[in-house]
């Protein structure tokens, strides 16, 4: 079957690639263009480790089609730091040991920055209700939490 | 081989629906793209519809209607349809939100589709559009009812009536994970107060039935009654009437059967859960 | 947060700690919050195919045929695998240590035992197209009878599980039938004991459920290596499985891994790498095999279900004279660690109490249920379930307060184990003192004053009572394998009168509820009976362990007569000087020295 071209907006930089129809978005990003961040957890909407934002809001890549994503702007944990400069959740979650295994932390920076994005300042509920589709099975969503909540309110959080 | 085609208007996802049968509407994907990932759908057409009539809204006045694409997200930032967020919020963490539509959650299996439930309480109609002619309404009850013989129709929108006053209406889902887990069941009610009794009262269940069902036996215990002890003790002998549970991952049949009254009767009086 | 008590055993310790108590940054975290840390699955290859299996969808069947033709030619797939074509089709974990005999396939033979058994493996250029190739297999199964409970599956004329092992049970060093401990006269402690409880705990399997699902990918590299990105906790266990499976000498295996999304014990079993490494073998090109969700939740090994008789002797102030113990563990279909569960079991019974007579009888069961496998304290976190149950049953049973009950039963330092080892290093005392203090529990002064430093290793608690000996000239009673349910009360009954109330209900507040004291008949008049003090008094040491009455044969069974030890108990063993480690340690568990 022929491929199709696709065109988006990845982490701030133009990104094409040539898909199967039926093709996730997730698929597309690992394999295609080298993104690793979002992660294979359960591929039914039950994980949350392949949290993406298109256009800013949080979705799961794994049950988005990539033709859907055409001219959109989509952003995975690997564009939160600016170089060598961490985004403020990612310094907040290595001071809070807001990782163990490592395996939700991209899922959880992406769904918590799309409520910081909106909600610079959330209260405990909210961070846990934008938490609540991504699945932690061993750090615990304690640091999680604290992690977040650290990182609400501080400078360069609405950094582009 | 699996196939996507987009359609730009929903008369043609209509036709292609109706006339292939290997055709798979996927709306937000929460329901397609799982038997996709699995590999229980490998043949056919998935069908996407790009129509803006398939995601709009049309809430200003009594009567709203909610496009089948309409995702939970759009319903929760819609201050017109905030008597509907709770059942919005309901459904799944944010992501899934984003991606979930009201059209989609008519078809999911039960323990889901919770956003059903409030739909029935509000007495909805579904547009559902055969072929290329034109839309027809059916009451959800009935639509439920073949939901599964149905796939060869699209269901354009979903319509219903505003409630007169937004507090007469009340959804609860209960989960047994905090804040969000999959359904031990869901109720919504809708009862409508005239001289302080309870007038046209709907409530509805979900998880207490392969589909999401009305509580006939509540609805009749209210009926012309003001909500004091005696009519909750009432509707609560009555909750139970055409439940058939399910034992699943998430809850016994018994241990749905025990705990509904305690849920109903709680909503009912307006405790917390 | 974290607490270091300094003032315990303040000097048994050095306190000059480097790194605990103190902050310091763990080395992966800057790649886990910039998304750069590379899972088994992060990796890119030119030309990878995507392998996917076939599953039983019977519990037990014989197959009767397989036709592969139509999946062979179905778009995009490169290669169908089947059972013949894995060179070495029968494996164990545990092979690589000389420990159980092989009698899993990779892929079925000719018969499955649990549902879910891969049987034929699809290797395709996509995943969709390996999974659409999937459902084009036909097998022609002939279900057979199955057997899903571990005492059913001992029984004569069970199904057969496992050809390995015909009569449904693990063979430790190809010999015996079960794990066995026993100390002391466990009947006659029983028999002279003032009650006894006994009570039936079962556990269920618990998928690990690791975020990221078990899988590999394999790619040859130069010089006919290949190399394999896995998911596995123990990578050498995986390289040393993966190269028995598929027949290469191990240099011809370049494992990377260590970095895995959540294990818990549910990756060691190599559940996909010799298949992958099989895969890019045939094909010469990178094969990725990784479980989808529902195959890791359903045919990935669980926690085995295991189920635990106790029955204890007690005295009325609060002595356990007795511990016998009879246990089922299920394997599943295959032997993959639940062998190795049931010797971590056994070597932590009875628990951290001193008792002066236990015996146990660990039995390893096949059912045609999915293999279990590792999962955090394996062995070990179910058994302490039914003990600490049980300690709360005895407390009320003795109408001991359940804290004072586990300060009097206590081993202490110096105590001998039924294993004839001196404890050493014990802090169940220091324990349930400070967990009593957190929780605002009320213990006695003589509670609060009690230390595992103390009062250990007195008189009898430092002896190796002699062990019994039966008719066969064996220690134990005969086996316990084929028991039945005829010597056990049934679930949730005991010979004691269920009168009262759970203890810990309506502590809500921080201060316990004055525990309701069931009632018994008065004790025989030769022991004075005891007085129940609001507060327990009891003197460290406890008091010595008085002669029970003379041993009354049970009605119905005929014990051989007791007779006295043949030989004087071995001396105990000197105490070691230096903490045994490592491989020492290991062998001592599996009953050999190294």
Same mark, same amino acid.
Request: charged residues 20%; hydrophobic residues 40%; glycine residues 10%.
């Given at each position: 079957?022929?491929?199709?071209?696709?065109?988006?907006?990845?982490?701030?930089?133009?990104?094409?690639?040539?898909?199967?129809?039926?093709?996730?978005?997730?698929?597309?990003? #690992? #394999?295609?263009?080298?993104?690793?961040?979002?992660?294979?957890?359960?591929?039914?909407?039950?994980?949350?480790?392949?949290?993406?934002?298109?256009?800013?809001?949080?979705?799961?890549?794994?049950?988005?089609?990539?033709?859907?994503?055409?001219?959109?702007?989509?952003?995975?944990?690997?564009?939160?730091?600016?170089?060598?400069?961490?985004?403020?959740?990612?310094?907040?979650?290595?001071?809070?040991?807001?990782?163990?295994?490592?395996?939700?932390?991209?899922?959880?920076?992406?769904?918590?920055?799309?409520?910081?994005?909106?909600?610079?300042?959330?209260?405990?509920?909210?961070?846990?209700?934008?938490?609540?589709?991504?699945?932690?099975?061993?750090?615990?969503?304690?640091?999680?939490?604290?992690?977040?909540?650290?990182?609400?309110?501080?400078?360069?959080?609405?950094?582009? | 081989?699996?196939?996507?085609?987009?359609?730009?208007?929903?008369?043609?996802?209509?036709? $292609?629906?109706?006339?292939?049968?290997?055709?798979?509407?996927?709306?937000?994907?929460?329901?397609?793209?799982?038997?996709? /990932?699995?590999?229980?759908?490998?043949?056919?057409?998935?069908?996407?519809?790009?129509?803006?009539?398939?995601?709009?809204?049309?809430?200003?006045?009594?009567?709203?209607?909610?496009?089948?694409?309409?995702?939970?997200?759009?319903?929760?930032?819609?201050?017109?349809?905030?008597?509907?967020?709770?059942?919005?919020?309901?459904?799944?963490?944010?992501?899934?939100? /984003?991606?979930?539509?009201?059209?989609? /959650?008519?078809?999911?299996?039960?323990?889901?589709?919770?956003?059903?439930?409030?739909?029935?309480?509000?007495?909805?109609? $579904?547009?559902?559009?055969?072929?290329?002619?034109?839309?027809?309404?059916?009451?959800?009850?009935?639509?439920?009812?073949?939901?599964?013989?149905?796939?060869?129709?699209?269901?354009?929108?979903?319509?219903?009536?505003?409630?007169? /006053?937004?507090?007469?209406?009340?959804?609860?889902?209960?989960?047994?994970?905090?804040?969000?887990?999959?359904? $031990?069941?869901?109720?919504?009610?809708?009862?409508?107060?005239?001289?302080?009794?309870?007038?046209?009262?709907?409530?509805?269940?979900?998880?207490?039935?392969?589909?999401?069902?009305?509580?006939?036996? $509540?609805?009749?215990?209210?009926?012309?009654?003001?909500?004091?002890?005696?009519?909750?003790?009432?509707?609560?002998?009555?909750?139970?009437?055409?439940?058939?549970?399910?034992?699943?991952?998430?809850?016994?049949?018994?241990?749905?059967?025990?705990?509904?009254?305690?849920?109903?009767?709680?909503?009912?009086?307006?405790?917390?859960? | 947060?974290?607490?270091?008590?300094?003032?315990?055993?303040?000097?048994?310790?050095?306190?000059?700690?480097?790194?605990?108590?103190?902050?310091?940054?763990?080395?992966?975290?800057?790649?886990?919050?910039?998304?750069?840390?590379?899972?088994?699955?992060?990796?890119?290859?030119?030309?990878?195919?995507?392998?996917?299996?076939?599953?039983?969808?019977?519990?037990?069947?014989?197959?009767?045929?397989?036709?592969?033709?139509?999946?062979?030619?179905?778009?995009?797939?490169?290669?169908?695998?089947?059972?013949?074509?894995?060179?070495?089709?029968?494996?164990?974990?545990?092979?690589?240590?000389?420990?159980?005999?092989?009698?899993?396939?990779?892929?079925?033979?000719?018969?499955?035992?649990?549902?879910?058994?891969?049987?034929?493996?699809?290797?395709?250029?996509?995943?969709?197209?390996?999974?659409?190739?999937?459902?084009?297999?036909?097998?022609?199964?002939?279900?057979?009878?199955?057997?899903?409970?571990?005492?059913?599956?001992?029984?004569?004329?069970?199904?057969?599980?496992?050809?390995?092992?015909?009569?449904?049970?693990?063979?430790?060093?190809?010999?015996?039938?079960?794990?066995?401990?026993?100390?002391?006269?466990?009947?006659?402690?029983?028999?002279?004991?003032?009650?006894?409880?006994?009570?039936?705990?079962?556990?269920?399997?618990?998928?690990?459920?690791?975020?990221?699902?078990?899988?590999?990918?394999?790619?040859?590299?130069?010089?006919?290596?290949?190399?394999?990105?896995?998911?596995?906790?123990?990578?050498?266990?995986?390289?040393?499985?993966?190269?028995?499976?598929?027949?290469?000498?191990?240099?011809?295996?370049?494992?990377?891994?260590?970095?895995?999304?959540?294990?818990?014990?549910?990756?060691?079993?190599?559940?996909?790498?010799?298949?992958?490494?099989?895969?890019?073998?045939?094909?010469?090109?990178?094969?990725?095999?990784?479980?989808?969700?529902?195959?890791?939740?359903?045919?990935?090994?669980?926690?085995?279900?295991?189920?635990?008789?106790?029955?204890?002797?007690?005295?009325?102030?609060?002595?356990?004279?007795?511990?016998?113990?009879?246990?089922?563990?299920?394997?599943?279909?295959?032997?993959?660690?639940?062998?190795?569960?049931?010797?971590?079991?056994?070597?932590?019974?009875?628990?951290?109490?001193?008792?002066?007579?236990?015996?146990?009888?660990?039995?390893?069961?096949?059912?045609?249920?999915?293999?279990?496998?590792?999962?955090?304290?394996?062995?070990?976190?179910?058994?302490?379930?039914?003990?600490?149950?049980?300690?709360?049953?005895?407390?009320?049973?003795?109408?001991?307060?359940?804290?004072?009950?586990?300060?009097?039963?206590?081993?202490?330092?110096?105590?001998?184990?039924?294993?004839?080892?001196?404890?050493?290093?014990?802090?169940?005392?220091?324990?349930?003192?400070?967990?009593?203090?957190?929780?605002?529990?009320?213990?006695?002064?003589?509670?609060?004053?009690?230390?595992?430093?103390?009062?250990?290793?007195?008189?009898?608690?430092?002896?190796?009572?002699?062990?019994?000996?039966?008719?066969?000239?064996?220690?134990?009673?005969?086996?316990?394998?084929?028991?039945?349910?005829?010597?056990?009360?049934?679930?949730?009954?005991?010979?004691?009168?269920?009168?009262?109330?759970?203890?810990?209900?309506?502590?809500?507040?921080?201060?316990?509820?004055?525990?309701?004291?069931?009632?018994?008949?008065?004790?025989?008049?030769?022991?004075?009976?005891?007085?129940?003090?609001?507060?327990?008094?009891?003197?460290?040491?406890?008091?010595?362990?008085?002669?029970?009455?003379?041993?009354?044969?049970?009605?119905?069974?005929?014990?051989?007569?007791?007779?006295?030890?043949?030989?004087?108990?071995?001396?105990?063993?000197?105490?070691?000087?230096?903490?045994?480690?490592?491989?020492?340690?290991?062998?001592?568990?599996?009953?050999?020295?190294?």
């Amino acid at each position: 079957m022929a491929k199709i071209p696709v065109q988006f907006r990845l982490n701030g930089t133009d990104r094409a690639a040539f898909v199967n129809a039926p093709e996730t978005l997730l698929n597309t990003l #690992r #394999r295609s263009l080298g993104d690793f961040a979002p992660k294979y957890g359960c591929g039914q909407g039950a994980c949350g480790v392949c949290t993406v934002l298109i256009d800013g809001e949080p979705h799961l890549s794994c049950l988005t089609l990539s033709i859907a994503c055409e001219g959109r702007q989509v952003e995975t944990a690997s564009g939160m730091a600016d170089g060598p400069d961490l985004h403020p959740l990612q310094a907040q979650f290595m001071e809070h040991f807001a990782a163990q295994c490592g395996f939700c932390t991209p899922g959880m920076l992406t769904s918590a920055r799309a409520l910081l994005d909106k909600n610079p300042n959330p209260t405990r509920d909210e961070v846990i209700e934008a938490i609540s589709g991504n699945i932690c099975r061993c750090t615990g969503y304690e640091p999680i939490v604290t992690a977040i909540l650290a990182a609400a309110g501080s400078p360069g959080l609405r950094r582009a | 081989m699996l196939d996507v085609r987009s359609c730009a208007t929903l008369s043609e996802a209509a036709g $292609v629906l109706s006339g292939d049968r290997q055709a798979v509407l996927i709306g937000g994907g929460t329901l397609v793209m799982r038997d996709v /990932n699995e590999g229980r759908l490998t043949e056919g057409t998935l069908l996407r519809v790009t129509d803006p009539a398939f995601r709009r809204i049309e809430a200003g006045g009594g009567r709203i209607e909610l496009g089948a694409g309409v995702t939970m997200g759009m319903i929760l930032a819609s201050r017109e349809l905030a008597f509907l967020h709770p059942a919005a919020r309901a459904i799944g963490g944010p992501a899934v939100r /984003n991606m979930a539509s009201v059209g989609g /959650n008519l078809f999911a299996a039960s323990p889901y589709g919770d956003f059903t439930v409030a739909l029935l309480a509000l007495d909805a109609q $579904v547009v559902v559009q055969a072929g290329f002619g034109s839309g027809r309404a059916t009451p959800l009850e009935e639509f439920l009812a073949a939901r599964e013989r149905s796939g060869s129709a699209l269901v354009t929108s979903v319509q219903f009536s505003r409630p007169a /006053n937004p507090g007469d209406f009340h959804f609860r889902k209960i989960s047994r994970v905090k804040p969000k887990g999959i359904s $031990v069941m869901s109720i919504a009610a809708h009862l409508p107060l005239a001289g302080g009794r309870v007038s046209q009262a709907r409530v509805a269940y979900g998880a207490m039935a392969p589909m999401p069902i009305r509580a006939r036996g $509540v609805e009749r215990a209210l009926e012309g009654k003001s909500l004091d002890a005696a009519a909750i003790a009432a509707a609560k002998a009555g909750a139970l009437e055409g439940c058939r549970p399910a034992t699943d991952a998430i809850a016994s049949e018994w241990y749905r059967r025990e705990v509904l009254p305690v849920h109903l009767g709680r909503l009912l009086a307006g405790e917390p859960r | 947060m974290l607490e270091l008590r300094k003032d315990l055993f303040a000097d048994e310790r050095d306190d000059n700690l480097n790194v605990v108590g103190k902050g310091i940054q763990r080395q992966d975290m800057p790649g886990h919050v910039t998304g750069l840390t590379r899972y088994f699955d992060d990796h890119a290859f030119d030309g990878m195919l995507h392998l996917k299996v076939v599953r039983s969808p019977h519990a037990s069947a014989r197959i009767r045929s397989i036709d592969v033709s139509a999946a062979a030619r179905a778009p995009g797939v490169k290669r169908v695998l089947r059972a013949a074509d894995v060179p070495v089709n029968k494996n164990t974990l545990l092979s690589l240590i000389n420990f159980g005999k092989d009698d899993e396939p990779s892929l079925a033979v000719d018969k499955v035992h649990y549902k879910g058994e891969p049987v034929v493996a699809i290797i395709a250029e996509t995943e969709a197209q390996a999974l659409a190739a999937r459902k084009l297999v036909r097998i022609d199964y002939e279900p057979m009878p199955a057997v899903f409970d571990v005492e059913e599956a001992l029984k004569p004329g069970a199904p057969v599980v496992n050809e390995t092992y015909p009569a449904n049970y693990f063979e430790y060093h190809e010999r015996f039938d079960h794990q066995k401990l026993r100390f002391g006269d466990v009947e006659r402690a029983l028999a002279g004991a003032d009650m006894v409880l006994e009570h039936r705990y079962q556990m269920s399997p618990i998928e690990h459920a690791p975020t990221e699902t078990n899988g590999s990918i394999a790619a040859p590299e130069q010089n006919g290596r290949f190399v394999v990105h896995s998911c596995a906790q123990g990578l050498f266990f995986a390289l040393g499985t993966a190269a028995k499976i598929v027949a290469v000498e191990s240099n011809r295996l370049h494992f990377i891994g260590g970095t895995v999304g959540g294990g818990f014990g549910g990756k060691v079993d190599s559940l996909t790498e010799p298949l992958a490494v099989l895969g890019a073998m045939v094909t010469g090109r990178p094969v990725r095999f990784v479980l989808d969700r529902e195959e890791e939740m359903l045919y990935g090994s669980p926690r085995g279900a295991e189920r635990i008789y106790i029955k204890d002797g007690l005295m009325r102030d609060g002595r356990i004279v007795a511990r016998q113990i009879r246990s089922y563990f299920d394997a599943g279909a295959y032997t993959r660690l639940s062998s190795y569960a049931a010797i971590k079991c056994t070597a932590h019974l009875p628990g951290p109490y001193w008792i002066p007579n236990v015996s146990s009888d660990v039995h390893v069961a096949y059912t045609n249920r999915c293999p279990s496998t590792a999962m955090r304290g394996f062995g070990i976190t179910a058994v302490d379930f039914a003990l600490e149950v049980q300690m709360d049953r005895l407390a009320e049973a003795a109408a001991m307060d359940p804290m004072e009950f586990r300060l009097l039963n206590a081993y202490r330092d110096g105590d001998m184990k039924p294993h004839r080892r001196k404890a050493s290093n014990t802090a169940l005392i220091e324990c349930v003192q400070v967990a009593a203090e957190k929780a605002n529990w009320p213990i006695s002064e003589q509670g609060k004053r009690q230390s595992s430093l103390a009062g250990g290793g007195a008189g009898e608690r430092s002896q190796i009572p002699a062990t019994v000996l039966d008719a066969r000239g064996q220690i134990g009673r005969p086996d316990t394998r084929n028991a039945g349910p005829t010597q056990t009360l049934p679930a949730g009954t005991s010979r004691i009168a269920p009168s009262k109330q759970p203890v810990m209900e309506g502590a809500r507040d921080g201060r316990a509820a004055p525990t309701q004291v069931p009632r018994y008949e008065a004790p025989p008049a030769t022991v004075a009976p005891p007085t129940y003090a609001a507060q327990p008094a009891y003197p460290p040491p406890p008091p010595p362990y008085q002669a029970p009455p003379p041993y009354q044969p049970v009605a119905g069974q005929q014990p051989p007569p007791y007779q006295p030890p043949p030989a004087p108990p071995s001396p105990a063993p000197a105490p070691a000087t230096q903490t045994q480690h490592g491989a020492v340690r290991f062998s001592s568990v599996f009953g050999r020295r190294r």
